[in-house]
């Protein structure tokens, strides 16, 4: 029971958090004039794929077991797919990719 609620805790607390970084990464946008695919290119990309990063540093390093950063890797792309076609599934107006800005096709 108290692992699920230590759960439950760190699941509220990553999507508090990551609501919270997408609306700071707007205004840092805004303030800055970079633009908003600009920064979510570089700042929230760099700042959610550090998990990964250091997943896969330590799994090589320490660990020796270079399966796990690969897994990591590839278990996280896939599993982002997985995101974009359940949200494209529930969108049934028109597909996601066609409400997105332009601007993302350079960094695409």
Do not use: Q
Request: hydrophobic share 50%; with cysteine; proline share 3%.
């Amino acid at each position: 029971m108290l692992l699920w609620l230590g759960f439950l805790i760190c699941t509220s607390l990553i999507v508090y958090s990551g609501t919270k970084l997408s609306k700071y990464g707007d205004i840092i946008a805004e303030k800055t004039g970079l633009g908003r695919t600009w920064i979510g290119v570089v700042l929230m990309a760099s700042v959610t794929s550090l998990p990964e990063l250091v997943t896969g540093i330590s799994s090589v390093t320490y660990a020796g077991v270079p399966d796990i950063a690969v897994g990591d890797v590839l278990g996280s792309c896939v599993f982002n797919m997985l995101i974009l076609a359940f949200l494209d599934a529930i969108h049934r107006s028109m597909p996601i990719s066609a409400k997105a800005h332009h601007g993302n096709i350079l960094s695409a």
